[in-house]
């Protein structure tokens, strides 16, 4: 059988954070609930001159100088995000023309003249279905080779339910035969049903209306004649255009997030099922560690308890488990299950086989698309610093986008990991980040600096164009 | 080696059509212009409740019903578009929730429950990726069946000189082993090169400045501190929004005509070079028909005649020509030139190769990412109307994506493609459709309309949500 999977990983996280202590205490929430509740110490925030674009950009190109790759042979390069910064041209093509720019030195122009580019979008598990369908080209023909990058920015509303799970950034990953990292197995459960849980919409105004609700603050009175006179008649490019609708993008989503868990429960659950019934085993029986689509970073061992629980039902865990903390009680089910979750036996699984993935998101925070795969190099960088061998280890994926769709699968840790992952440095490079105030945070979040607060990266974005046949193409340099 | 292709077609087109011969009155363009020069007849138009989830829906359903499809043997489907409905939330999910919708009756609910379901976004070229990538998955397993969907709306503004070029609709394939319309190669050419020649950037707006050209046109003054004020306390959730830009989404490009013509040009070229050089010929000696992506009728006989010309010096076709029009001459090149791409020879060619593939683009406009397979249909339901017979013949597929991308690719017309192709009805249905006058159009395209004008689809959309977590989700229905 042939060997397909991840021959080499690299990451690109903002070098700007916010530490969640000081945000909890600006909100007035207990840090504790963020903190021991969720699982949550920092968040990754973007610099002004920083996107979609110039995250994937920078985690390409450290891709390509960590394993000294020749771009000639990567036959595709595949993007999976959520925070794509057009509507029709790709954000990986921003990402790969820097790249091409800075390696042409190297390798001569145009050197990624015949390879695949392209954007794909399902919320969160965009980039899963990238891996996806590289590991199936690559799988076609021995001499292929692929890259997935997942490249997203999490931003929700100051204030609101969903502020502290913000994060930023983005994971490249070389796609080939016989991969040094992880084989992939060409076994996928999947499950989808379309659900509103979470989703990024067009804003609809009427233009007209909001023309008049100015109109209404100034406490003026004019008749719907004469405001529509003046603003036909105005010379202003936002005001003057033909349509009488306003169509407003927000990067913050609009969402329900206890509906998007009872989606990502129910869309895992069922994508388990369909993983089980063609493997003909069970997951929890394989799976030496798990590594999950992290919104925040405790949210999987949160979400697989049930599943943990029904499995451990089938052999002699639940057996240990009610010596631990007693029968199950109907009259009591709530407290019992939160004993449960909080019992020695499942606290061992999660310490064994959840929690190193755990630990970069605790420090980035939620880097939607990327999230997963930023877990898969947090367990391997963890292993790696603690000395623990993972060689032959089953790794479980537990992928989800909302909107909505699971995916799960799984791949073995090939006897070279070491190797390739030392070249990562994840924690050494999280610890180097630069805190901001939240009085920083705030106005980078409401766009209101027009200087990059402090910036170390590679690749960052110059401008945007305003020529009239190129108004709003971005453009980005290596600094 | 494994037979792997199209299996079965189906499309939707809106039922409004504008004529071009009343556009260009409107426009005081000459008809001849756009008629001979260009090949339009007339333009699709999406009444007030169609999107592309809405054309998505009707053109996989009517899949499902003309060829009695099982749901629960689609292991997935793929979306290409450049007109996406939410920047997290797939179209496909909408398109794939109401049809799941209809066939519950015969099927049970969730029908696509284990479904793999993907938007792909490069412009006019995702669809392509969709067809590509799912040729992939579906050949690593002789059970496997996969739907490709291509859906897009091409609105330009109105009196710009895109404004002809507009249409919209869509294309939904199945894709099987041993397919019955088409075998597709897997051999692509492919050429990338980051450009800006077309894209549907985010505009953005400081929202001061445009609150202060509200003032302006009234002419008042205020200081801005009482502006300020003013602003931050306004009840409008377009205006009390905390952050200082507004990012507008617009359904039209922005666009380089020339400069986009040049790219596809270009890109072609190199795929072409890419196709041959994997392929071991050349294109022009093997495919008795060519599909292109059509921004326009014409567009892939005009871009086309240059590579011909190439290829007709390799062989006695370039004699043929020079015995017709004369020897080539430096100092009269463009006269020359000219002459070569009206000569018989090359008329000869367009007409037996192109022609057929282009009479759906003349009456439905630009379809962008189902242009391509839009032409396929057309080629197929031209030649069962004149009862041409297609079996082994070779088609060349020519795909382009602005911003930018090529994919050149072939196929082998099967024996009993006239069967599947029997169902598709196309030309008898666009006869059908119901023109509307300038007024009427003009209207639409402003947004300016709040009822549909006539409706005839089967699914449309019904409404969007407003509530606080839910605000901006489509809903459909069929009628």
Same mark, same amino acid.
């Given at each position: 059988m042939k060997k397909i999977g991840i021959d080499a990983i690299s990451f690109y996280v903002p070098s700007l954070t916010v530490s969640?202590?000081? =945000?909890? %205490?600006?909100?007035?929430?207990?840090?504790?609930?963020?903190?021991? !509740?969720? #699982?949550?110490? *920092? @968040?990754? /925030?973007?610099?002004?001159?920083e996107d979609t674009a110039s995250f994937a950009a920078n985690a390409l190109l450290q891709l390509f100088e960590s394993n000294n790759l020749d771009p000639r042979e990567i036959g595709r390069i595949y993007l999976g995000t959520e925070s794509a910064l057009d509507g029709s041209k790709p954000t990986a093509t921003y990402a790969v023309e820097v790249v091409e720019n800075k390696l042409k030195d190297t390798f001569g122009e145009?050197?990624?003249?015949?390879?695949?580019?392209?954007?794909?979008?399902?919320a969160c598990i965009g980039a899963v279905d990238a891996l996806?369908?590289?590991?199936?080209?690559v799988r076609n023909n021995e001499t292929r080779k692929a890259i997935v990058i997942?490249?997203? =920015?999490? %931003?929700?509303?100051?204030?609101?339910?969903?502020?502290?799970?913000? !994060?930023? #950034?983005?994971? *490249? @990953?070389? /796609?080939?035969?016989n991969p040094s990292i992880i084989t992939i197995d060409d076994t996928w459960g999947v499950a989808t049903k379309s659900e509103g849980d979470f989703f990024k919409p067009r804003r609809l105004y009427n233009k007209s209306s909001i023309f008049k609700e100015v109109i209404e603050q100034l406490d003026l009175s004019y008749s719907d004649e004469e405001l529509n006179r003046i603003l036909n008649s105005s010379n202003s490019e936002f005001w003057s255009n033909p349509n009488d609708s306003v169509e407003v993008f927000k990067e913050e989503p609009v969402f329900d997030g206890q509906f998007s868990n009872q989606c990502y429960s129910e869309r895992i659950t069922e994508a388990f099922d369909h993983f089980n019934s063609i493997n003909s085993t069970n997951f929890l029986n394989d799976w030496d560690h798990f590594v999950f689509h992290l919104p925040y970073a405790f949210h999987g061992r949160r979400i697989i308890f049930n599943n943990w629980l029904q499995w451990a039902k089938?052999?002699?865990?639940?057996?240990?488990?009610?010596?631990d903390i007693g029968e199950f009680d109907e009259g009591n089910k709530k407290d019992w299950l939160k004993k449960a979750s909080k019992s020695n036996i499942y606290r061992d699984f999660v310490n064994?086989?959840?929690?190193?993935?755990?630990?970069?998101?605790?420090?980035?925070?939620?880097?939607?698309?990327?999230s997963i795969f930023m877990s898969l190099v947090s367990l391997l960088c963890d292993a790696l610093e603690k000395d623990i061998d993972l060689t032959n280890n089953t790794i479980g994926f537990i992928g989800y986008g909302s909107g909505s769709k699971s995916k799960v699968f799984q791949g073995i840790v090939?006897?070279?990991?070491?190797?390739?992952?030392?070249?990562?440095?994840?924690?050494?490079?999280?610890?180097?980040?630069?805190?901001?105030?939240?009085?920083?945070?705030?106005?980078?979040?409401?766009?209101?600096?027009?200087?990059?607060?402090?910036?170390?990266?590679?690749?960052?974005?110059?401008?945007?164009?305003s020529g009239e046949t190129n108004k709003g193409l971005r453009r980005y340099s290596i600094n």
């Open positions: 969640m202590q000081a =945000l909890a %205490k600006h909100r007035d929430i207990p840090y504790e609930k963020l903190n021991r !509740g969720l #699982g949550l110490e *920092a @968040m990754s /925030i973007p610099d002004v001159n145009r050197c990624f003249k015949n390879c695949d580019v392209l954007d794909m979008t399902f996806h369908n590289s590991l199936d080209w997942a490249s997203d =920015l999490s %931003k929700y509303e100051l204030q609101s339910t969903g502020e502290y799970t913000q !994060g930023a #950034g983005a994971v *490249a @990953m070389l /796609i080939t035969h089938t052999n002699n865990t639940y057996q240990k488990l009610v010596d064994t086989r959840i929690a190193a993935g755990e630990r970069a998101s605790s420090l980035i925070g939620n880097m939607y698309t990327a090939q006897e070279n990991w070491k190797a390739n992952v030392e070249k990562i440095q994840l924690f050494e490079y999280l610890k180097s980040r630069t805190e901001i105030d939240i009085d920083t945070y705030e106005k980078l979040h409401k766009c209101q600096l027009k200087q990059p607060v402090y910036n170390n990266s590679h690749v960052t974005m110059s401008h945007v164009e």
